[in-house]
């Protein structure tokens, strides 16, 4: 007697990772190809690289996610190779290798899955689909822009309205932190209190230390330092550090970009914007949206990472997060057009060579087609039922005499 129980529990799917079907399938195949096209308008070109490779690739002198975070197992070689946790990472690695003499811009973009493991109090898949972009050899303010209204154009055209993208930049913490002398741990510490907008923490923590009192004073306002342009220039006025003024002044331009794409309503400024990558070294960016409590896009500037592969690059890029983009427009009730027109030819075999060629005529417009050779002792309502709870939206009915009758679902 077979163990029923173990096969019932092979129906189930791991901790983190879920199955996709049917209607939802399709909506998401269709915002995948809609941010993809607006991609490829913007002169991106197709890379794909592997699903997993080398730890060293991700390792965490890298500023990509901790170790114990990665799924980890060993080729026969005893090579430790981990399921990636991060995309960007294996682009940089790619840029390095096949694209070492180009010095003008590369544009690439992919589609993939990144694997993190997740404890199960988080609620968060283990497995996330990102779409991304990425644009190398280009350190300019206009590339930031242009990854920005990308980012802001794509998301207009899965048919979302109502977003903001906050723009931050990596180099302000970093100059604020350098010029407090703070040590490594006392930084990631600050950077926990900042990300969680805790200001009655980081006066805490900055309260007797030695440091410059606008260092000090401008590092305790950031988790509130957000808005408009006013935000950026409020802050110029507290520091003179060097590295915090150049990012200051970096915002302030990109401003000025944002406004020549018309595309100022769905930007604000986040001085106290953290990234969880160690990598980005410049301008950082999220999109939110109201129905989900984490960043449907994330961006930013690493002008650093490609080098650790062995070319010097400056780049930038963008990754949408397929699966929480997809819960904001389920829970804002936007319509997804889902391709749910399929023809079912329902035929005896004594008319399979019509059915055959009434399929691929159809076909050849265009449409999409089913054969179905028809039960003799099953009713034609069993097949219409089917059909309508399985995206087929009418029914071509060939009898034994030949005739062709047309049900619509």
Partial sequence: MKDTSYQKSLLFTPEGVRDIYGVECEKRGKIQKEIHDRMKLYGFRDIQTPTFEFFDIFNQKRGTVNSREMFKFFDQYNNTLVLRPDITPSIARCVAKYYEKEDMQIRLCYTGSTFIHRSGYQGKLSEVTQIGAELMNDDSSDADGEMIALTIECLLKTGLDEFKVDIGHAGLFRGLVNEAGLSDEEIEQLRIFITNKNIFAVEDMLENRDMPEGCRELLILLPDLFGSLDTIRSAREKTRNPQALDALERL???????????????????????????YYTGVIFKAYTY????????GGRYDGLVEQFGKKTPAIGLAFMLDELLSALNRQQVVIEAEESDILILYRSANRKRAIEIGNSLRTEGKSVRLMRK?????????KEYGRRSEVSAILYIDDTGEVTEFQL
């Fill in 252 to 278: 302030e331009r990109l401003s000025e970009i944002m406004e020549a794409y018309g595309l100022t309503e769905h930007v604000t400024f986040d001085l106290g914007m953290l990234s969880h990558y160690e």
């Fill in 291 to 298: 129905g989900t409590g984490d960043a449907i896009v994330t």
């Fill in 375 to 383: 039960n003799a002792d099953t009713p034609l309502d069993i097949y």
